[in-house]
């Protein structure tokens, strides 16, 4: 399995890891410069030569993993006989230095609704390194032709075309993904919200609209849906910054992104 393939298998699986490449060699080592190894929590795909060497970045990238190290890390090591070292001797005689750089699990977004607002937020997020989920009942809003200014994304974008239950795509998401449900039918919305709330992988909970469209929802969902306060809380709205107060969709969008990416510094990378 290439280094690639092994990378793209933990973002698949939602798994952190330590992409390990070997930065310079000066002598005699055992690999050349731009080897590469992935190291995931009890995985190793590649190689950086083995030995010592191999085995210390071993250790300490899993060290990374564990402490969710956000930055990189470069480690030096003098390949003769007189150094001592954690995993045995290596004589080769050169110098080696080794970039350990972490691969932190990918963050993942579903909007609900991809509307003059959904669309517009589409279009920011995709610039992000994420997950990102567009959801619509209606199929001429998800048609390749409208959804091709996102063909240049950064996000790896997923797109889900549910016309009968929307709410249906809450349990196929990964887990921890952030919900931002602003679908064209505030009875959909409420559908949406109410199965929000029992579906505990979920990250957070957004739901665009007034309040006294949330007043009426948060009724509902405290009666007839059966929810707790403390569920119902979880629900955030008005979503986006509150001193943004534009409500053209490229306004909305912006506010409830930078909200967004907001939230994910506080959580920590």
Do not use: Y
């Amino acid at each position: 399995m290439t280094w690639i393939t092994a990378v793209a298998r933990l973002r698949a699986r939602r798994e952190p890891g330590v992409l390990v490449t070997v930065a310079t060699v000066r002598g005699h080592a055992p690999r050349e410069a731009g080897a590469k190894l992935v190291v995931g929590r009890t995985e190793t795909w590649g190689s950086i030569g083995g030995g010592n060497v191999e085995a210390v970045a071993i250790d300490r990238a899993r060290e990374m993993i564990a402490a969710s190290t956000a930055g990189p890390e470069l480690l030096d090591f003098a390949l003769n006989d007189k150094v001592t070292n954690r995993h045995g001797v290596q004589c080769c005689g050169g110098k080696v230095s080794v970039l350990l750089e972490p691969l932190p699990t990918v963050r993942a977004v579903a909007i609900f609704g991809v509307g003059h607002v959904g669309m517009e937020l589409a279009r920011i997020l995709a610039r992000q390194d994420l997950d990102l989920h567009l959801v619509d009942s209606r199929a001429e809003l998800l048609a390749g032709e409208r959804l091709a200014v996102l063909a240049d994304a950064v996000a790896a974008v997923r797109v889900h075309h549910a016309p009968l239950l929307p709410e249906e795509v809450l349990e196929q998401l990964p887990p921890g993904t952030h919900v931002l449900i602003m679908t064209h039918d505030h009875a959909e919305d409420a559908a949406l919200c109410d199965a929000a709330l029992r579906t505990p992988h979920l990250g957070s909970i957004g739901l665009i609209g007034s309040a006294a469209k949330w007043s009426r929802f948060r009724r509902r969902l405290l009666t007839e849906g059966g929810h707790d306060e403390t569920a119902v809380a979880r629900v955030k709205t008005p979503i986006g910054l509150p001193g943004i107060t534009g409500k053209t969709p490229a306004a909305i969008a912006v506010s409830v992104a930078a909200d967004l990416l907001h939230a994910f510094e506080a959580e920590g990378n």
